[in-house]
């Protein structure tokens, strides 16, 4: 199972880089360039940069606490390879799992280091897939709502067609333009389901009390197949609800340009004020956990970590009355906006930004009547997120 876990993220990883790169490509070879098109510069640069140097903190920590290990060279590997970091973390992994039979100690830094791979791994997606994701959404959807409505309901819908008319040209809505989204967003979601998974993986050899509830629902389904609902229904759950904020994310930007600013910026302050009340409840705030919460912000916009122990069901239920909230918020101001305008998306879009979060919503919720491990419910400090025994994979630094 590790094996294939580290096979798709690699994979993943390598396709990611070739996809981002033909769509700057592509952006930079139209003529007629899309509005703002060097953001997907920016967005491509940006977050594999800023886990380069969120790896060199780790690569610190770890410096100090075994003495020096791989001493200048690892210095070097790691900002050379400062743009690929995620690479380094999976050839550490590889090395720590082949040792794992010979010394166990090696399978929990094999799990560690799989931790803080799918950590860089969410600071790359969610910091630049989603807003690139965003971006191509705007650009390719609601900005080509003719060649939509050419492509859905015939040639004789273009402008000055009649019934018999022949569009001359080929459609740009193409098998390409559909992949790359859907790619996108499947590895958004893959990199949050992975991120989960080893997470809960190396909590429970920290805290083994943590899982004796789930042995009796071992004992009623095998291995496999326990592990096999709970990633497919992760797995759906963040696909359809990360799709829903890339949708409404998109929306406003399509219909208001940068007044989406002033959603996502509102939201991620929320963010991080949330995520600092974490912080304070488990080791105090110091400014390397201040800028950790300013990044996971960000991540939270798309999607909701979770790298606390004990009940959490409070927490994401919040979290989800807030999606919702704002996906109602994104689909007024997109009626507002194209109310008698006639456009192909007018009436659906809203309509399919709210289908899309329910999925998502009802994907999570078999997750938690079905596929949970334990027996999930609401504690009385669930909706502040502020566990008693909460353990940060993210910043365990006490001397910064």
Known sequence: MDGVWMGLVLVSYLMGYAVQISIIAERYSLEE????????????????????????????????????????????????????????????????????????????????????????????????????????????????????????????????????????????????????????????????????????????????????????????????????????????????????????????????GPWVYLIVGGHWLLNIGWHLITVVNSKGISPTRSVSSLVMGGVWLISLTNEQGGRQLGRFILYYALAFTESVVCGFLWNMAMAGSGDFFAVKAPWALLTVFMIGILAHMIYYAVCHPGSPSISSRGFLCCSGNRWDPVDEDDRA
């Open 33 to 256: 360039p899309p509005t703002n098109r060097s953001l997907y510069i920016v967005f491509f640069l940006l977050p594999h940069l800023l886990a380069g140097l969120k790896n060199l903190q780790y690569h610190h920590r770890e410096a100090e606490e075994e003495e020096g290990e791989e001493g200048m060279t690892g210095w070097l590997l790691h900002i050379l390879l400062l743009p690929f970091s995620p690479l380094i973390r999976l050839g550490r992994a590889l090395k720590f799992g082949l040792r794992e039979k010979e010394n166990w100690e090696d399978g929990i830094r094999f799990l560690d280091e799989m931790v803080t791979l799918g950590m860089l791994r969410l600071f790359e997606v969610f910091l630049g897939d989603a807003p690139t994701l965003t971006m191509l959404v705007r650009d390719d959807v609601w900005g080509r709502s003719a060649d939509w409505a050419v492509q859905t309901n015939g040639p004789q819908m273009g402008t000055g067609c009649g019934p018999m008319c022949a569009v001359g040209q080929e459609s740009p809505i193409s098998f390409w333009t559909v992949f790359r989204m859907l790619f996108i967003v499947s590895r958004m979601a893959l990199s949050m389901t992975f991120y989960l998974v080893m997470v809960k993986r190396l909590q429970r050899l920290g805290a083994p009390a943590q899982i004796q509830h789930c042995r009796r629902g071992k004992r009623k389904q095998g291995p496999a197949l326990t592990r096999a609902s709970r990633f497919s229904s992760l797995y759906s759950a963040h696909f359809f609800f990360i799709g829903s904020r890339i949708m409404g994310y998109s929306m406003v930007s399509a219909a208001w």
